[in-house]
């Protein structure tokens, strides 16, 4: 476990060799550029193209991913997007024997659930914020949609917190659990208590 450090946050990272392979989950930051390469080899990349306020971003990999602040802190706003790796799994569909081929369709959804934690890590009853990824659930097609674009996100529902967790939820589930990447790319994390701004996070310093 080797958790990295911007401003007041810090952002989980697990690493894991087994006889498998190699495994992570938590929070990378990246600067990848790429939003055509499909596949899991292109998995730090946003498919906006980068990061929202900087070169740097963060990348979230699975519910394992938390943020800890060091004091209890109202979170303002953060920018969400899918990775490059997400978003054309769930757009173009993906290749077998690995995923289900087709691309979503009527009735799919991917979103991610911002959820508040206190000093030990476990979640504050009614902090959450869901944000849908993709929506494919209307019966109107014009409102279907696969996020690809940074969009600004309200957190400050979630009131005090000491930490911030992701929880992913869709309706492409197989006997393992969700098969779509359950992947997030976040930038501009910015707080409006103790002084607006004081944890935006700058990712841009850590290349």
């Given at each position: ?192 208590v103790p002084e607006p701004g004081s944890l935006a996070l700058t990712f841009a310093a850590m290349t």
């Open positions: 476990t080797q958790p990295w450090v911007s401003g007041n946050a810090s952002f989980s990272n697990t690493f894991d060799v087994s006889a498998f392979g190699s495994f992570w989950s938590g929070w990378a930051y990246s600067n990848v550029v790429d939003t055509t390469t499909a596949g899991y080899l292109n998995e730090y990349a946003s498919l906006a193209g980068g990061g929202s306020s900087s070169a740097t971003y963060a990348v979230a990999y699975s519910d394992f991913a938390t943020i800890q602040f060091a004091d209890w802190v109202n979170l303002s706003t953060l920018d969400v997007t899918n990775t490059t790796y997400a978003g054309l799994y769930m757009r173009d569909g993906s290749s077998p024997p690995f995923d289900p081929p087709a691309p979503y369709g009527q009735g799919d959804f991917f979103s991610v659930t911002f959820v508040g934690l206190n000093a030990t890590g476990g979640a504050i009853a009614g902090s959450e914020q869901e944000v849908f990824l993709a929506d494919f659930r209307s019966a109107n097609v014009n409102d279907h949609f696969v996020l690809n674009n940074w969009q600004s996100v309200n957190l400050s529902s979630l009131g005090a917190v000491r930490g911030l967790g992701v929880r992913f939820a869709s309706s492409d589930v197989g006997p393992f659990g969700i098969n779509t990447p359950t992947y997030i790319a976040v930038d501009n994390i910015v707080t409006a």
